[in-house]
């Protein structure tokens, strides 16, 4: 009874461990897609003569926020 007792705990702790580590991934995940996208669109919206100068802050918040960041960069234009 011991035994399984102890293995149902363990198996208890290893999910968590798995949980806590999975969760910093999903969020650098989060951050790269959005960075990617972020870029891309405003690479797009150049093409299509929107004449944004595309400076540091301005990617960094493309970047950072995504769609909504290029929709500010563009408010701010």
Do not use: D, H, R
């Not at 011991?2 to 208890?12: Q, S």
């Not at 702790?13 to 999903?26: H, R, S």
Request: aromatic share 6%.
């Amino acid at each position: 009874m011991e035994i399984i007792v102890a293995f149902a705990v363990g198996l208890i702790v290893l999910c968590l461990i798995g949980k806590i580590i999975a969760l910093p991934m999903k969020l650098l995940w989060k951050l790269i897609t959005n960075s990617v996208v972020g870029a891309v669109l405003l690479w797009v919206v150049n093409l299509f003569g929107a004449g944004i100068q595309i400076t540091f802050v301005k990617a960094l918040l493309a970047g950072v926020l995504g769609v909504p960041g290029v929709i500010i960069v563009l408010l701010m234009n």
